[in-house]
């Protein structure tokens, strides 16, 4: 079946520096992709969105473009903040109305 | 504009109790979805409601039933409880089924099972 893999984490970087968050997914037609984000003891929250194939999304410095040639949706951010710690879902939905949402990203920015 | 409100923010349960779990969704929003968060997980998908009426479940056992209200509020109900059901439950609300839509989510109920 259709499926996401997204890297793996815990990722630990020092304040201003590059975040690459890899995400890929086995199927093609997606109507749309999303990144998610969710901070301490909050719930999901979107953080970007890509409606269209070579569409863009961006969102508080983070942007991630929907790449349908690599079947990827990397997210990026050229200079990550402690504020930026949080855990990042790459999900896009199943084939239906119902996100699919992996284990996650745990991002942890040192200052 | 209200956002989705969730209620109890917490609770702590014993084995073989019942629970029930509210969300108020967004205002406008008609479909409502729930999801099961264990500690240093992802989501799981429970269920969905769509007009008071459940469009889709994932691989959760009966026991987890759920209500959505006229006004689109909705219930998670989780009868006989498990040690593993220990989590944090999250509800999402969005408008329509199509997910190209964004979820909304709620900051969540953490259930504790002793």
């Known amino acids: 079946g259709d499926s996401v893999t997204q890297m793996e984490g815990p990722v630990t970087l020092s304040e201003e520096a590059f975040l690459t968050i890899n995400c890929t997914y086995t199927a093609t037609g997606y109507p749309s992709l999303f990144w998610y984000v969710q901070y301490p003891g909050e719930g999901l929250q979107l953080l970007l969105k890509?409606?269209?194939?070579?569409d863009k999304g961006s969102n508080k410095g983070f942007e991630a473009t929907y790449r349908k040639e690599t079947t990827s949706f990397h997210l990026e951010k050229g200079s990550v903040q402690v504020s930026d710690s949080a855990v990042y879902f790459c999900?896009?939905?199943?084939?239906?109305?119902?996100?699919?949402f992996g284990p996650g990203t745990r991002l942890s920015v040192l200052p | 504009e209200t956002g989705v409100t969730q209620s109890p923010t917490h609770l702590i349960k014993t084995r073989g109790q019942q629970v029930t779990l509210r969300c108020s969704s967004q205002s406008g929003h008609n479909t409502v979805s729930w999801y099961q968060q264990a500690l240093g997980q992802g989501p799981q998908f429970i269920f969905q409601?769509?007009?008071?009426?459940?469009?889709g479940r994932g691989n959760f056992p009966p026991r987890f039933s759920g209500l959505q209200f006229p006004n689109y509020s909705s219930e998670l109900n989780v009868n006989a409880l498990e040690l593993d059901d220990s989590a944090l439950y999250l509800c999402?609300?969005?408008?329509?089924?199509?997910?190209?839509?964004?979820?909304?989510f709620g900051e969540g109920s953490r259930l504790t099972v002793l």
């Open positions: 890509a409606t269209k194939a070579d």
């Open positions: 999402a609300s969005s408008l329509g089924l199509v997910a190209t839509g964004e979820l909304f």
């Open positions: 409601y769509y007009r008071e009426e459940e469009n």
């Open positions: 999900a896009p939905p199943q084939r239906g109305q119902n996100f699919v």
